[in-house]
């Protein structure tokens, strides 16, 4: 660990270190060695290039093939051709006017596919009320095939472009890097968490902390430390950041964070400053001024009423059609599992859901029918450091257990589960009632939800991760639900299951 006291002065002047990501250069990018940071506007403006590229790209493919679908050997109004050509740029232009190209909303996060989902409701409204003011006869087919595919095109298109850019991240590239200004332990804390993974794109590259904590203090730091609070602003030119975090600290009151806001402006330099407000989405909190001064204002999450019956809905209408197509895939796991090893196809397992109450859950058998029995014997060979027992390679999982379990098809009898109302589609890990015993009491949040068949566990690293990552994920979801979250998951869901990663 290397430690690099500054003065104002120095940092000033001290030299910006040369940005090299792999497969990109400086030199690639077009930018000088004294703006290292300007690299960042190069890959976000070609992010949004693309963007339009996309948008604009779904809108001609939903439009040709409402066109085909719809018209297909049938005489049509030469009008549709026009309306056909005007709904790319008019798409293009309501996502705009949604903020859905804003640096703020793009790379991480559900907001960006809730604007595109607002454009798309804004898009039918308009085409709706346009045609009713017109008195235009216009096929709903036709709006229906357009409408509802450039919404989805755009979602999909947007969903890849930002897997291929996290992708990317986790190669070094398209990085934010981070000044973090604060206590030495809170900087040790933050500069883990934002390095355990790397799809958020912030790179941490040194810290500022308190005249106080620049000696011993400072050691606990895994990154340089490049002075005191007081020489943020020259601290970030000189360790070539494009961003600043201010984690909470007594010593950086109002007047010296505006004044540091001032001359972080002055080299175009982010200023993010972090929350303790931990696992709260932003549509959550409302700044209020009284009296002058700035009032954060918490709404509590809804997790009752309209909103719990939408999610149910959804979660019965899409298990019933699935279980309906999968009927020959389900056929097939069964005869697997019997060639296999014989025995029961199925497993049946009490787990609690919504309000502590039990229900017996269902999976495909993966473990050889003794399992339960030699759970006790093999403890002292638990690899998870929380409640929960996991062993990569568990010796009673069975050889079709194996790949039933990476790809994640022993747990499509839940979707039974699901059709009865005990469990979602998405939501926090069902627990045993063993684990809940010994839950924390924060832990015991999760259970205000039902439990889900994926959820941001299932998607953020499945069996890989920790026991503490594991309850952060479960009670951001229940803090922060909806529709489009839960949508985003499922996307996400599909592309983790494939790659087949943490899955033991």
């Known amino acids: ?36 940071h300007a690299d960042r506007w190069v890959w976000e403006a ?33 009008w549709y051709l026009v309306l056909s050509a005007l709904i790319p740029p008019v798409w293009v232009g309501l996502l705009a006017l949604s903020h859905a190209y804003e640096r703020r909303v793009l790379f991480v996060g559900g907001e960006e596919y809730q604007r595109v989902l607002r454009a798309g ?64 332990p809170a900087v040790a804390q933050m500069t883990a968490q934002l390095h355990r ?22 050691k606990t730091v895994d990154v340089p430390v490049f002075g005191a609070l007081g020489a943020a602003a020259n601290s970030a030119a000189a360790a070539g950041a494009d961003t600043v975090m201010v984690l909470s600290c007594p010593e950086l009151d109002g ?17 993010i400053v972090s929350s303790s407000l931990v696992d709260t989405a932003g549509d959550r909190i409302t700044v209020r001024p ?50 296999d090893t014989g025995g029961p196809v199925f497993f049946r397992q009490i787990r609690v859901g919504r309000g502590g109450e039990s ?7 993966t473990m050889h029918t003794d399992a339960e029995a030699r759970l006790e014997a093999m403890r002292r060979q638990n690899e998870s450091t929380g409640v929960l027992f996991k062993m990569r390679d568990d010796p009673r999982v069975t050889r079709s257990g194996r790949f039933l379990r990476r790809y994640s098809l022993d747990e499509l009898p839940q979707l039974i589960n699901v059709l009865l109302g005990e469990m979602s589609l998405v939501g926090p890990r069902p627990p045993l009632p063993s684990e809940v015993e010994r839950y924390p009491q924060d832990m ?23 026991w503490e990552d594991s309850i952060r994920l479960d009670l951001q979801y229940v803090e922060n639900w909806s529709l489009t979250v839960d949508l985003v998951i499922l996307m996400r869901t599909a592309t983790v299951v494939m790659r087949g990663a943490g899955a033991y």
């Not at 001290?14 to 060695?33: A, Q």
């Open 197 to 218: 993974r790397s799809h958020h794109g912030l790179q941490v590259v040194g810290a500022c902390l308190p005249a106080g904590q620049l000696g011993e203090a400072a």
């Open 359 to 365: 229900f017996r859950m269902f999976k495909f058998r």
């Open 290 to 339: 009284v009296d002058g001064l700035p009032m954060m204002h918490i709404e509590h999450p809804r997790l009752s009423g309209g909103r719990r019956l939408i999610k149910s809905v959804f979660d019965v209408s899409v298990a019933a059609l699935l279980l309906m197509l999968l009927v020959p895939l389900l056929l097939l796991v069964a005869l697997v599992i019997r060639l």
């Open 1 to 36: 660990m290397t430690t690099t006291e500054t003065t104002a002065d120095t940092a000033a002047t001290g030299p910006i270190p040369s940005t090299s990501y792999s497969g990109f250069t400086e030199r690639d990018l077009g930018v000088s060695d004294d703006r290292a």
């Open 444 to 466: 015991r949040r999760r259970l205000v939800v039902k439990p889900g068949m994926t959820g941001l566990w299932q998607v953020s690293g499945r069996s890989d991760l920790s």
């Open 46 to 78: 070609r992010y949004v290039k693309l963007l339009l590229v996309i948008d604009f790209g779904a809108t001609l493919v939903a439009t040709l093939a409402a066109f085909v679908l719809r018209f297909q050997g049938a005489p049509y109004a030469d």
């Open 255 to 271: 007047p010296m964070l505006r004044r540091l806001a001032w001359e972080l402006e002055r080299d175009d330099i982010d200023l």
């Open 121 to 184: 409701v804004r898009l039918t409204l308009g085409i709706a009320l346009a045609s009713y003011v017109a008195n235009a006869d216009l096929a709903r087919g036709y709006l229906s095939i357009a409408l509802v595919l450039t919404t989805v095109l755009s979602l999909a298109g947007r969903f890849v472009l930002r897997k291929v850019l996290h992708q990317a991240r986790r190669r070094g590239a398209c990085m934010h890097r981070v000044l973090v200004l604060g206590h030495a």
